[in-house]
C-alpha cells in the first residue's frame, strides 16, 4: 500500500511535465481563480484490532476496502514564480460493508467515514495542467455498526483529523479536465465508553478521481 501511495504522489508531477507545450509555442495560460473537483474515492479501511475493540467487534468483521466520493472548492489568490497557493475546502464520504458469515458467527458490519476540512495547497504548474501538495486541519466521524444494531456514541464523535496528500488536475478542455488525488487522514484517539474502550490514533489512506471545473 505505501509503495502504491508513493507512485501515486510521483505521478502529478510527470502528468504536470507532460501538459507542457514546446518552447515555440505562446507561454501556457496561469492557473485560474478558482476549480471545482468531483471525484469518486477507494477508501482503504484498516482491519486494526484495536479498532474492532472499540466496538465489541470481532476484526474479521470490519469490511476492508469501500467506495465513496468527495467534492472540493479551491481558489487561488496568490502567486510567486512558478508556486501558486491555494485556499479551499474537501468533503469525503466513504462507506464500506461486510457480509455476514453465520457459520463462523460474523455479522455484517455496515463503515462509514465523513470528513470535512479547509485546505491550504501548494500548486505547480500552468492553466493547462499542474500538480499539488496541500494540507487541512478539520473532523471526521467515523460510524461502524454491525447489521441490526444501533449506533454508538463512539459513532457520533467528532475526531479532530489532520489531512494531508498532493495530487495533479489536467484540463483537455478549456474549463473541464481530469483529477486524481492521494490523501491520508490521521485522526485522533476516541473517547473510551464506559463498556469499551475508545477508537486507536488511526490513518486512513483515500485514493480518488474524477473531473475538474474551472
Avoid at 10 to 34: H, K, T, Y
Wanted: net charge positive; hydrophobic share 40%; proline share 9%.
Amino acid at each position: 500500500m505505501r509503495r502504491v501511495a508513493a507512485l501515486a504522489l510521483c505521478l502529478p508531477v510527470l502528468i504536470a511535465v507532460s501538459g507542457r507545450p514546446a518552447a515555440a509555442q505562446e507561454p501556457p495560460p496561469r492557473i485560474g481563480w478558482f476549480v471545482l473537483d468531483f471525484r469518486g474515492s477507494f477508501p482503504g479501511f484498516p482491519d486494526d484490532p484495536a479498532l474492532a475493540q472499540s466496538r465489541g467487534l470481532d476484526v474479521r468483521e470490519l469490511p476492508g476496502r469501500g467506495l465513496g466520493a468527495d467534492a472540493g472548492l479551491h481558489v487561488y489568490p496568490l502567486r510567486w514564480k512558478a508556486l501558486t497557493i491555494g485556499l479551499g475546502g474537501q468533503v469525503t464520504l466513504a462507506q464500506a460493508k461486510s457480509g455476514a458469515v453465520p457459520g463462523a458467527s460474523l455479522r455484517s458490519v455496515t463503515e462509514r467515514f465523513t470528513s470535512m476540512a479547509p485546505q491550504l495547497s501548494l500548486n505547480f504548474g500552468t492553466g493547462n495542467g499542474w500538480s499539488y501538495l496541500s494540507v487541512g486541519r478539520g473532523t471526521s466521524m467515523w460510524w461502524i455498526v454491525p447489521a441490526g444494531m444501533g449506533e454508538r456514541p463512539a459513532d457520533t464523535e467528532r475526531l479532530k483529523t489532520f489531512s494531508y496528500g498532493g495530487g495533479a488536475r489536467w484540463f483537455s478542455k478549456r474549463h473541464l479536465g481530469f483529477t486524481f488525488d492521494v490523501r491520508f487522514y490521521e485522526m485522533a484517539p476516541g473517547t473510551p465508553q464506559p463498556d469499551l474502550p475508545g477508537s486507536p490514533r488511526t490513518t486512513l489512506l483515500v485514493m480518488s478521481a474524477g473531473v475538474s471545473i474551472k
